[in-house]
């Protein structure tokens, strides 16, 4: 086994030519200062958020491969109406990967760095495509005894947004919520905390096989938004909910006008008096992915008292402040067998990212294709 002086890291470069490169390179291992440890990475997962870093804009169906077995080299090219958009990264060679877990084999001086020494950590703070992290000792959480790396890999971005979206309807007087893909990992996710907490949860699938997914783990609401009755479908669960906040994947499209409306709908059958400019109820789109890359639509039919905005984990969780994270962060923890466990569909090496058969699997973003990297696997 390496010391962890060095070690391989997955690097992701667009350069201006409108080329994208992922390799893999061998980079020293930095040196832990007073409060920071390194850890052994041996698990972190392939989020969409990750993709958009990893592959950026570039058109993967024209993926080639080159380089050997153990140092693959992946080209592919950039559209050029995406280039602008790359601006801001080209000719930078960038590390990739929000999160993950793995052991710490070496700490700098302080108590809270020394405390973590041979713990098995969840991390946060990018770069952890690699199979050494140098970071601060108050970016890993310490997971329970029993607990793996692959465990506690996924402990970041997925549970702290589905308890996000929770905590957001709550901030901003909603009683019940809508999400969109809902059978993905963050999905089944979400559903759990609302069945624990007693939050009422509208979820939009794509196909039968989702909606099963749901049904199994005790979801009540489920709407196929490829069914002929889908609108009928999700006014009826919206009347019976009260739901007028929703998370949205998609993005593109009309499905985030389709809500707005369905909410619309749902509010005026239950209402006391007609108004010619809609209810005075707000109803609020809150879009964190885009999985259809066309622009929203949002036909009219929803009065005037709606939102549709961005929403990121990040910002978020800068606005609730330390002690709310904290209290998020130890719930997760908790929880991380139960509520907010994650399932992959395949655990592969640093070089085996960069097998086309692979990319042509994760970079399609398919519900219930989650992929996990072991970056130690071959060592």
Known sequence: ??????????????????ELEISLVDVPTPEPAADEVVVRVEATPINPSDLG????????????????????????????GAMQAMGARLDQSLPVGNEGAGVVMRTGSSDA????????????????????????????????????AAEGASWFVNPLTALGMTETMKREGHKALVHTAAASNLGQMLNKICIKDGIPLVNIVRSKEQADILHKIGAKYVVDSTAPSFLDDLTNALVETGATIAFDAI?????????????????????KEYSRYGSSVHKQVYVYGMLDTR?????????????????LLTPFLQKIGPAEIGRLRQRVASELKTTFASHYTKV????????????????????????????????
């Open 1 to 18: 086994m390496s010391d962890g002086r060095n070690g391989l890291q997955l690097r992701s470069l667009i350069k201006k030519s409108g």
């Open 53 to 80: 870093l990893l592959v950026g804009a570039a058109d993967m169906s024209t993926a080639k491969a080159s380089g050997t077995k153990d140092a693959p080299v992946i080209t592919a090219k950039v559209p050029e």
């Open 113 to 148: 760095a020394k405390a973590l020494l041979g713990k098995t950590v969840s991390m946060i703070g990018g770069a952890m495509y690699a199979q050494y992290r140098t970071l601060k000792a108050r970016d890993c959480q310490p997971l329970p005894e029993g607990t793996t």
């Open 251 to 271: 993005s593109g499209g009309r499905l985030a006008g389709n809500i707005l409306r369905c909410m619309e709908v749902a509010i005026n059958k239950t209402a």
């Open 295 to 311: 622009p929203i639509e949002l036909p009219p039919g929803f009065g005037m008292a709606w939102g549709v905005g961005g929403w």
């Open 348 to 379: 592969v090496s640093l070089p085996e990212v960069l097998d086309p058969a692979n990319i042509a699997v994760y970079a399609k973003r398919a519900t219930g294709e989650k992929f996990l990297i072991n970056p130690n696997k071959f060592a």
